[in-house]
């Protein structure tokens, strides 16, 4: 059979000696990016890049490759250990992995983070080795009306994110939306909301808020609460996960997978969607939707899978079509360029050891994070038993670098302060702040996306409800609508807010 | 305040820098290179590759500094702000130089900032799906009359080469389009390989650089073919008045010495006319055009006036 | 973390806060984004949806508010000055310092300064801690990532 046969080649250029060692470079510098709150990929692929240029192609598109997938395994480990997401697609786990790693449940979470990305790894790489064309035109199916139904969509589900009141989720949103919208406005080129500083003109990057509201705030309020601080509040059990935990998670596990593949193919928000999704879905169908916020297996399972499978898939948009759905996508295609190849249709036909090579070593480099990662679950845990004024200002320094790096200036790190002081205030009301982060990344695709479904149909609103996948997301959307209303689902979220307050 | 705190700090590095006796430039220290964009994007793999030839040229050491926003304003204030001793230089892109000025009070003063050399000159141009019943703009243009508005152009945003562009067809050749804002030529591709959009407009260079076997392209907006898509026929040719190219290139303070100016533009024109770099230059699709620092700066009035008129017909129209 | 109850007396305090954290950025959105074109719905100009969001937001956090009125009265939890000031402080100092004098600078900075947060610090452990993290952060950061910071002032 023809796949086969291409899978084979696949390997045979992925196992070379040269291609392997650059594969696990880039998988161990991802994690350590990942584990390093505020370093991005984007920003170390970015400093890579003219280094490849001494590389041959395929050994340096596998060695930041790596770095990419590498740093989604690493970046779940800080919002677990220390609640610190430092993307968009780990701010889900950091709800439940840090309250499972406060329980002394650190090794269970990481474990099961771990055996899920790479079971998610697995299938979505085959996902693209076998279907990588048919989702591409999927992804090409989704224009401005569908886009729209869809953030709606996922907003409505971010309510489910926070543990209290809907309203106060629903208000984080609206905040996040109204963060996402500052900066200068591409349709008119006015200034929004900016204040007139210059440092605005490109709206806020997702780390300052991240670090502002999760990281320095988390560090203020433990230093606060000088008797119940650090991360770890009861005993440290076992490290492994229990076979309960097994027995719980694999379901979600292989929900995630499947969420994440399909939205992972979307460009924009895709891979963020991907997790938050999953999350809800595994919140609304369990038995137990108290148990989510407080430390749930399936909160940690699912989210990873999706992000994992999600950062898989967002390759396919980029090797089948030549478009990168992400920033990170867009400094793969700068890469491929340098080295003169140009992804595309063309290039699958012509220089196919390109393609499947790259698949075949996704898949490899997702082996070695396991095998790296899980005897490593033991020293990330023993981290936490360091005492707490020896942790914090290694976090400090670490979150400060970060959010310095992004655009090289004082600006964003005096800025991310402010959202720590406003993150602090956010706790004292005792408001949550996941919603009002997916509310800030999912916002701009969802205004750009209106406005440019109204230019195209000239106005007329029929766009959304005439579209196929349009009303199908209008329809779940307003189905959601009605449970949330539904007497007996707030009930269950009512209980669930008691039975935390009790 | 912040002022403040950077002339305290500028003033302790000036008294402890006239201490010691300084090395001739450029071998003091590494000269840095402020990019106005993001690491990965086209001027920073453009001026990242550039560099070690700069570097051959000058025995220097050069440090790429990318402070991006703001559409280079946060660069080019950086620059007029930096020391002006030949250690500083910048990019130096247009159209977005030249329109920010006529948009808004920029926060830096164009007096100050000096061309060192342009690179590249890559004419815009516009594209639709290969399966399109569109040839050449001349087909779009009967179908734009037949049917106001139907017709959707994706640009990246008001003022940008590719919404310059669209407003002169429009008004050279009477017709009314709609323009659909993206963030970014990726998105816009995106959305015209969905066909959510019937065409957009794209640079030649990032044309013929990527997989464009999905489209077409009607045309390029230069004076003459460029030489990287010497068979494509321009706008001009084929009766339209349409005329928008990006450029970008290197600047300098214009408080810098002068001979410390013209050696650092020679470096460049030497390093552009290195065949290794030429080479490199090709893989990338790079639609080089050198212009020295003079004639740069005599031409960026012209370019300034021509873009100034287009920006009036904008402004009117919103 | 369980907030003090007072048996008897309404209100609860947390909501609002929320309330006026809600309200307070909406109306901060309404006035900066005052002079934005709304434009119309097929061309929708860039004041349009912030105003949309921004009254939303008023909207929910009075909502928060009111509904907060008729519950049971709950205190914020006390806020301690002292943690809040440090470590924001610290973080400030952090970058103008990293600009200006470079990373070890400012690296030191932030570590001495920060640790003043807690009580619990001790000189040696602090000094010891700020030497190994600067050194670390240096090779790390600077030279490994290639973050752009100057190590050293000079």
Request: charged share 20%; glycine share 14%.
């Given at each position: 059979m023809d796949f086969i046969n291409l899978l084979a080649l696949g390997f045979g250029e992925a196992l070379t000696p040269t291609n392997l060692g650059f594969c696990l470079v880039g998988a161990l510098l991802g994690t350590l990016i990942g584990v390093l709150p505020g370093i991005g990929p984007t920003a170390t692929i970015a400093v890579l890049l003219p280094i490849t240029f001494y590389l041959p192609p395929l050994a340096g598109l596998i060695m930041l490759a790596g770095i990419y997938y590498g740093a989604q395994y690493g970046g779940s480990t800080t919002a677990i250990l220390v609640?610190?997401?430092?993307?968009a697609s780990s701010v889900v786990t950091a709800i439940d992995g840090y309250k499972m790693a406060q329980k002394g449940r650190a090794g269970s979470a990481l474990a099961v983070a771990a055996l899920g990305s790479f079971f998610a790894g697995t299938v979505a790489t085959f996902g693209i080795a076998l279907a990588g064309p048919t989702l591409s035109s999927f992804a090409l199916s989704f224009g401005p009306a569908e886009y729209v139904s869809l953030m709606l969509f996922g907003l409505l589900a971010a309510t489910v994110l926070a543990r209290g009141p809907v309203l106060k989720a629903i208000g984080m949103i609206l905040l996040g939306l109204l963060l996402g919208m500052v900066g200068i406005d591409a349709g008119s080129g006015e200034e929004r909301l900016?204040?007139?500083?210059?440092?605005?003109f490109d709206g806020i990057d997702f780390v300052v808020i991240a670090i502002g509201l999760f990281g320095f705030a988390e560090i203020i309020e433990n230093l606060e609460n000088h008797e119940a601080r650090g991360v770890l509040v009861s005993k440290l059990s076992r490290l492994w996960p229990t076979r309960e935990d097994f027995r719980r998670a694999w379901p979600a596990v292989l929900r995630g997978t499947g969420v994440g593949t399909f939205l992972g193919v979307l460009p924009g928000g895709g891979a963020t969607l991907a997790s938050f999704c999953a999350y809800s879905f595994e919140k609304k169908i369990s038995r137990h939707p108290e148990e989510f916020g407080e430390g749930a297996v399936e909160g940690v399972a699912g989210p990873e899978a999706a992000n994992n499978a999600g950062a898989q898939s967002s390759f396919i948009p980029l090797l089948t079509l030549g478009i990168p759905s992400n920033n990170m996508m867009a400094m793969m295609l700068s890469a491929f360029i340098i080295h003169g190849i140009t992804p595309g249709p063309t290039v699958l036909a012509t220089q196919p050891e390109i393609f499947w090579g790259l698949v075949a070593s996704m898949w490899i480099g997702n082996l070695m994070l396991v095998v790296i990662n899980l005897p490593m679950i033991g020293v990330w845990v023993k981290l936490l038993t360091v005492p707490y004024r020896l942790l914090y200002p290694a976090i400090l320094l670490f979150c400060c670098v970060g959010v310095y790096s992004i655009n090289n200036r004082i600006f964003d790190v005096v800025l991310a302060a402010g959202f720590g002081l406003l993150g602090y205030a956010f706790r004292k009301a005792k408001c949550e702040a996941g919603p009002l982060l997916l509310g800030f990344v999912l916002g701009p695709l969802l205004e750009t996306n209106i406005r440019r479904a109204m230019t195209i149909s000239h106005g007329d609103p029929s766009v959304f409800y005439e579209r196929p996948i349009s009303l199908v997301l209008l329809i779940a959307t307003v189905g959601m609508l009605v449970l949330m209303v539904l007497p007996s689902f707030r009930r269950t979220r009512e209980e669930a807010f008691q039975e935390e307050e009790a | 305040m912040k002022h403040l705190i950077r002339n305290t700090a500028l003033a302790t590095t000036l008294l402890l820098g006239t201490g010691i006796a300084h090395a001739e430039w450029p071998t003091d220290r590494p000269i840095e290179l402020i990019v106005a964009f993001a690491p990965g994007g086209g001027t920073d793999v453009m001026n990242r590759t550039l560099a070690p030839y700069i570097e051959e040229e000058l025995g220097a050491k050069i440090t790429i500094l990318n402070r991006p926003g703001a559409s280079g304003e946060i660069a080019y204030t950086a620059l007029t702000e930096a020391?002006?001793?030949?250690?500083t230089a910048s990019s130096l892109n247009t159209p977005g130089y030249l329109t920010m000025q006529m948009d808004r009070k920029v926060r830096f003063d164009p007096k100050k900032l000096c061309p060192v050399a342009r690179i590249v000159e890559d004419p815009g141009s516009f594209i639709v799906q290969a399966?399109?019943?569109?040839?050449?703009l001349k087909d779009l243009v009967e179908y734009a009359k037949a049917n106001p508005g139907a017709v959707t152009v994706g640009t990246t945003g008001l003022g940008t080469d590719e919404h310059l562009a669209m407003l002169q067809l429009e008004k050279s050749a009477g017709i009314d389009l709609t323009a659909v804002t993206f963030n970014g030529a990726n998105e816009a591709r995106t959305a015209l390989l969905g066909g959510h959009v019937m065409m957009i407009g794209i640079n030649v260079g990032e044309f013929v650089g990527s997989d464009h076997s999905a489209f077409k392209n009607?045309?390029?907006?230069?004076e003459q073919r460029s030489v990287i898509a010497p068979d494509l026929p321009t706008a001009k040719e084929q009766g339209f008045d349409v005329l928008v190219s990006s450029e970008r290139g290197i600047a300098m303070g214009c408080d810098v010495p002068a001979d410390i100016r013209t050696k650092f533009s020679d470096a460049v024109h030497k390093a552009l006319d290195n065949p290794e770099f030429q080479e490199k230059a090709k893989q990338q699709s790079l639609a080089l055009s050198y212009l020295s620092a003079d004639d740069w700066n005599k031409e960026m009035p012209v370019r300034a006036e021509r873009l100034g008129a287009i920006w009036k017909l904008a402004k009117e129209q919103q | 973390m369980s907030a003090p109850r007072k048996a008897g007396s309404t209100g609860d305090r947390p909501d609002f806060l929320t309330a006026a954290l809600f309200v307070g950025f909406g109306a901060l959105g309404l006035w900066a984004g005052r002079d934005l074109t709304l434009g119309t719905v097929s061309a929708m100009g860039p004041g349009y949806l912030p105003r949309v969001v921004c009254w939303l937001l008023i909207v929910v956090g009075a909502a928060v508010g009111g509904l907060g009125l008729f519950r049971d009265r709950e205190d914020i939890a006390r806020p301690r000055p002292w943690p809040v000031i440090v470590i924001l402080a610290a973080v400030i100092g952090f970058a103008f310092v990293a600009e200006y004098f470079g990373f070890v600078a400012g690296s030191v900075w932030l570590l001495l300064v920060g640790s003043v947060a807690d009580r619990d610090s001790r000189l040696r452990e602090v000094l010891l801690l700020t030497a190994g993290l600067t050194a670390f952060g240096a090779l790390v950061f600077i030279v490994g990532l290639g973050v752009q910071m100057p190590i050293w002032p000079f």
């Open positions: 609640n610190l997401p430092g993307e900016t204040f007139s500083a210059m440092e605005l | 020391r002006p001793d030949g250690y399966g399109s019943e569109f040839n050449s009607l045309g390029q907006f230069a | -």
